[in-house]
């Protein structure tokens, strides 16, 4: 049935990881090696890099090199809708392909299920638009 894919669930893992540390710190947006983030919560190490640029690129986490670099966010958790990081990781949540191409469907738009794909659609993305990463961290 549906499934959360294995990258997005890491993802968030490492956004909770960071936002707690930042929570955690005396000084504001400590940055975490990504290997400590890796050992920290049970993700292979060169996955979690991957992800960490998708993150990144998408401008939900910021990176620092050199001795104490490592990654942190880049805006409060409160402030970082779940929409925005399942979207970076994965793209836009499509419960089928006919969503954005009615062509891809033999039925074209005689489709009456269609109405029930993009019902789940909007469900879905309600729900992800209106929650943030604080909003996991506190349960």
Request: hydrophobic share 40%; proline share 4%; net charge neutral.
């Amino acid at each position: 049935m549906f499934s959360v894919p294995t990258k997005t669930q890491y993802g968030i893992r490492a956004l909770v990881h960071l936002a707690r540390a930042d929570a955690a710190s005396a000084a504001a947006s400590a940055s975490q090696a990504s290997a400590e983030i890796a050992r920290t919560e049970g993700i292979p190490s060169k996955y979690l890099e991957g992800i960490l640029v998708q993150l990144k690129t998408a401008g939900l986490v910021l990176s620092e090199r050199g001795k104490k670099g490592g990654y942190r966010l880049a805006k409060p958790a409160s402030e970082m809708r779940m929409i925005e990081i399942v979207e970076a990781l994965e793209g836009e949540v499509k419960p089928v392909g006919c969503l954005d191409d009615i062509g891809v469907c033999a039925q074209g738009d005689c489709c009456l299920p269609r109405i029930f794909w993009v019902g789940l659609k909007e469900a879905i993305d309600g729900y992800l638009g209106s929650r943030t990463l604080s909003d996991v961290i506190e349960g």
